[in-house]
Nanobody
Framework: EVQLVESGGGLVQPGGSLRLSCAAS????????MSWVRQAPGKGLEFVAN????????QYADSVKGRFTISRDNAKNTLTLQMNSLKVEDTAVYYC?????RGQGTQVIVSS
């Protein structure tokens, strides 16, 4: 059974940083590309970033490019999203995603 557990969210001021983590289990993590997606209040799911199974190819939504960095540690079955220069519009629940399977999410609130 695929299990994805996100953590690291919280309340941060605009311009601040947060580091999200996703602990994966129940599948061969190192064989799968992974993504971060988010859902802002009252909106649908939005792609944030993805990374290939090796960890060398990444893609980002235009809205986060240059501010967010996705990475993975296949030895620890962990996916990470480093978020810098956060904006109010980054407020959302962030999910770790493997082909549509997601965890419970972690809330990020950017507010002064």
């Amino acid at each position: 059974e695929v299990q994805l557990v996100e953590s690291g969210g919280g309340l941060v001021q605009p311009g601040g940083s947060l580091r999200l983590s996703c602990a994966a289990s129940g599948f061969p993590f190192a064989r799968y590309g992974m993504s971060w997606v988010r859902q802002a209040p009252g909106k649908g799911l939005e792609f944030v970033a993805n990374i290939d199974y090796v960890g060398t190819i990444t893609q980002y939504a235009d809205s986060v490019k240059g501010r967010f960095t996705i990475s993975r540690d296949n030895a620890k079955n962990t996916l990470t999203l480093q978020m810098n220069s956060l904006k109010v519009e980054d407020t959302a629940v962030y999910y770790c995603d493997r082909g549509g399977a997601r965890g419970q999410g972690t809330q990020v609130i950017v507010s002064s």
